[in-house]
């Protein structure tokens, strides 16, 4: 089974400096998919950044930038110039890649808070 | 385009009494899921379905049921409802297994079973 661990419960952050959270998971698959999830106070999930396993380079969006590290089954996210609309609940899921495949894995967030 | 609605938004239950939690998407996608979240936590799949008639256990699937008529709709159902099932429940969607790489989220039906 395939579990993720996000070991920080809680971080802030000055608005426009960089902040990273952390996100390691557990599992013998070899590919599979990797993502940063954004819930902000609305409640709604919103996609901020995908990782594919296969591929070497890290994914990048705009502010938002991985670092993943598939051999320590590591994969932080790094948010540079913090906007007060970065503050939010972050989660880190896990998605094998196969066909039928049918269950996303969340690790349990971390909430983010911006400062001004 | 209105991507996948939930209702209600918000509800209390009584322990015993029962509700559906309806689902909708107009995106035409196959995969239709059903999460839970407990505060704290990160979300736990419930249920979900491949395509119209066909359906499957999530990892937490007890005390709940459901159905899929329509590749559009999916509602949750709740039979005798506990406190232990009082949580945020979210409904989401994505086109097929392939491709399965990003879920299309609702905005969530508070539950509070009292």
């Known amino acids: 089974a395939q579990t993720v661990t996000q070991s920080q419960p809680e971080m802030s952050v000055q608005e426009a400096e960089t902040v990273t959270l952390s996100c390691t998971y557990d599992t013998s698959e070899n590919n599979y998919y990797l993502f940063w999830y954004k819930q902000p106070p609305s409640r709604q999930m919103i996609l901020v950044i995908r990782?594919?396993?296969?591929?070497?380079q890290n994914a990048t969006e705009n502010r938002f930038s991985v670092n993943f590290q598939k051999a320590a089954k590591s994969f932080s996210l790094k948010i540079s110039d913090s906007q007060l609309g970065d503050t939010a609940m972050y989660f880190c899921a896990f998605m094998k890649l196969t066909y039928n495949n049918n269950d996303m894995r969340f690790g349990a967030g971390t909430r983010l808070t911006v400062k001004p | 385009n209105a991507g996948v609605t939930q209702t209600p938004k918000f509800r209390i239950l009584k322990i015993g009494q029962s509700m559906t939690l309806q689902c909708a998407q107009d995106?035409?996608?196959?995969?239709m899921y059903w999460y839970r979240q407990d505060p704290g936590m990160g979300l736990k799949l419930i249920y979900y379905?491949?395509?119209?008639?066909?359906?499957d256990k999530g990892e937490v699937p007890n005390g709940y049921n459901v159905s899929r008529s329509t590749t559009e709709d999916f509602p949750l159902r709740l039979e005798l409802a506990a406190p232990s099932q009082t949580s945020v429940y979210f409904c989401?969607?994505?086109?097929?297994?392939?491709?399965?790489?990003?879920?299309?989220f609702g905005s969530g039906t508070q539950l509070s079973v009292l």
């Open positions: 989401a969607s994505t086109p097929n297994g392939v491709t399965n790489e990003k879920l299309f």
């Open positions: 990782q594919e396993a296969y591929k070497q």
């Open positions: 379905s491949v395509g119209a008639g066909i359906t």
């Open positions: 995106m035409n996608h196959n995969y």
